[in-house]
């Protein structure tokens, strides 16, 4: 093929010093807003992985993909704070941790990169991360189905499989608080110790640390799955901002790559957010764990150099799950629409 013919599909990237193919950017960006969204965690988890796949350098996709986190996520909590899903007390004591997490994150990243040995690490460090959240979220379902198929109920919420927060809400270590939204009350240093572990993995994957939060902020802590994912977009919206300008001070952000991102995102993250309200909590948590999953399997094609069948799984998996999210949307809000002409019929 005549290399000249297709030039238009790339651009250059003057920070990092690349051409990188801009409609996989735009794709990216999109996904971020649909599955950033959906889940409550910026789809960030995908993006660093994707913008290694595409051509950046890892330290590079890390600091672009913090500072188009923040963005992306300014967006996807205006939206969920309409729904009522943010408790921005919970939220705001997170980030004491978050914030020290990060630095710690992004020093450790700084390190490896003068070693020469960043890039390696970063992919099995999230191979590693994912394998375990995967793990996770799946006997998390087959508890909570097992349960169900016995007739146990263990609160209010139903039957649920995963119920760490039980035993840690009762470490009452002062000052204890009652975080009223999200229907809880803890100590004070288990959101703070939990925001710790996820900033030093928002520094060092590049994460914004939603992936692990959201599912930190359901088992751990003990918020609804949709309380868990509007907070967690609030929280990361802060961290992000902070993370981005940890990361511009070490030269790492593509600022044309964020804001190319930024076009895709900004509509994608207006269908996941709407999508969230159709969905069953166990709904939003399977297909989290399907895609964790497949991005898995494409950061280890990476590692070993296939980096074709790399692209075609991540980028076919970003595919595949907005395609879904979008007919979640779509039928949830079609028989809404029925029920109510189905009400305004009969009260009239």
Request: glycine residues 12%.
């Amino acid at each position: 093929m005549d290399l000249s013919t297709t030039s238009w599909l790339y651009m250059y990237m003057p920070i990092a010093g690349m051409n990188i193919f801009w409609p996989g950017l735009v794709l990216l960006g999109f996904a971020v807003g649909v599955v950033g969204g959906f889940f409550g965690m910026a789809g960030a988890w995908m993006v660093t992985p994707g913008l290694n796949i595409l051509g950046f350098p890892m330290a590079f996709a890390i600091g672009t993909d913090i500072a188009h986190i923040a963005g992306k996520s300014m967006i996807s909590t205006m939206r969920h704070s309409k729904f009522g899903n943010v408790d921005y007390k919970l939220g705001i004591v997170m980030l004491v941790g978050t914030m020290i997490g990060i630095e710690c994150g992004a020093q450790i990243i700084m390190y490896l990169e003068r070693i020469g040995k960043v890039g390696s690490v970063v992919r099995w460090a999230y191979v590693l991360l994912l394998a375990f959240i995967a793990w996770t979220v799946f006997y998390d379902y087959y508890k909570a189905h097992s349960k169900k198929k016995s007739g146990v109920v263990d609160s209010e919420r139903g039957s649920e499989g995963i119920t760490w927060y039980k035993t840690l809400q009762k470490i009452n270590i002062p000052p204890v608080m009652h975080f009223k939204h999200a229907g809880l009350v803890c100590s004070i240093w288990l959101p703070i110790f939990v925001s710790f572990l996820t900033g030093v993995l928002a520094g060092f994957l590049g994460i914004g640390g939603g992936m692990l939060r959201m599912p930190a902020l359901i088992y751990l802590v003990g918020c609804p799955t949709h309380i868990a994912v509007g907070t967690d977009l609030f929280e990361v919206m802060i961290s992000g901002l902070y993370g981005a300008f940890t990361y511009s001070l070490k030269g790492r952000i593509e600022l044309v790559a964020v804001f190319v991102m930024l076009t895709g995102a900004a509509i994608g993250a207006q269908i996941g957010t709407v999508a969230t309200k159709y969905s069953q909590g166990y709904g939003i948590r399977v297909v989290f764990g399907i895609a964790v999953l497949c991005v898995m399997i494409s950061i280890i094609l990476k590692q070993f150099a296939f980096s074709a069948a790399s692209a075609v799984v991540i980028l076919g998996t970003i595919t595949i799950i907005c395609l879904y999210i979008m007919r979640v949307m779509i039928q949830g809000a079609a028989k809404e629409l029925r029920e109510k002409k189905a009400s305004d019929r009969a009260g009239a």
